[in-house]
T-cell receptor
Framework: AQSVTQLGSHVSVSEGALVLLRCNYSSSVPPYLFWYVQYPNQGLQLLLK??????LVKGINGFEAEFKKSETSFHLTKPSAHMSDAAEYFC????????????FGQGTELSVKP | KAGVTQTPRYLIKTRGQQVTLSCSPI?????VSWYQQTPGQGLQFLFEYFSETQRNKGNFPGRFSGRQFSNSRSEMNVSTLELGDSALYLCASSLGQGPSETQYFGPGTRLLVL
């Protein structure tokens, strides 16, 4: 069965520090991969997605992620954290034979310290 | 262009009642998906509709049902509510149906079952 694992339910960084949120997937076929962000009392907003065009994907708000097939990973990074980045982040996968169904990881809550 | 709208935003029901949630997709979008978000289970796929047809269904009991109208608006219904149905219900729309489509999420309907 396909699954998504996000390592670390809570990550804390200082303002200006590197943000690294980890995501590993389990799939027997090449997946499509997404990172979403959720602010309190809001829905999910797409940060970026991988659809096999390029392994390094740049998204909004300075985030990027690299698809590594050999490691089955799609980690999210940002060189310098801002206070406004504090939110919950979700990695998700969809498969070619399952329409638009997204399978989500458990989420990582990012805290940014001043 | 207006985003995905969901009504109502908050709802309180008692066990045994039924509830109907509504979702209006972004104009021009033909696919609507529903997700349940709880602290314990995270984000789980409920179902997906495209052109008024259910294309995909998650692993939820038959008490959960949905439909899509000709204008792409969608409703989901939960009958015989249980305490465990308390959750944030998120609707997402996309232009087409497919695993690489970007899904745009609404703010959700928060359901509390007493």
């Amino acid at each position: 069965a396909q699954s998504v694992t996000q390592l670390g339910s809570h990550v804390s960084v200082s303002e200006g520090a590197l943000v690294l949120l980890r995501c590993n997937y389990s799939s027997s076929v090449p997946p499509y991969l997404f990172w979403y962000v959720q602010y309190p009392n809001q829905g999910l907003q797409l940060l970026l997605k991988y659809t096999s065009a390029a392994t390094l994907v740049k998204g909004i708000n300075g985030f990027e992620a690299e698809f590594k097939k050999s490691e089955t990973s799609f980690h999210l990074t940002k060189p310098s954290a801002h206070m406004s980045d504090a939110a919950e982040y979700f990695c998700a996968v969809s498969l070619y034979n399952q329409g638009g169904k997204l399978i989500f990881g458990q989420g990582t809550e990012l805290s940014v310290k001043p | 262009k207006a985003g995905v709208t969901q009504t109502p935003r908050y709802l309180i029901k008692t066990r045994g009642q039924q509830v109907t949630l509504s979702c209006s997709p972004i104009s021009g979008h033909r696919s609507v998906s529903w997700y349940q978000q709880t602290p314990g289970q995270g984000l789980q796929f409920l179902f997906e509709y495209f052109s008024e047809t259910q294309r995909n269904k998650g692993n939820f009991p038959g008490r959960f049902s949905g439909r899509q109208f000709s204008n792409s608006r969608s409703e989901m219904n939960v009958s015989t509510l249980e305490l465990g149905d308390s959750a944030l219900y998120l609707c997402a729309s996309s232009l087409g149906q497919g695993p690489s489509e970007t899904q745009y999420f609404g703010p959700g309907t928060r359901l509390l079952v007493l």
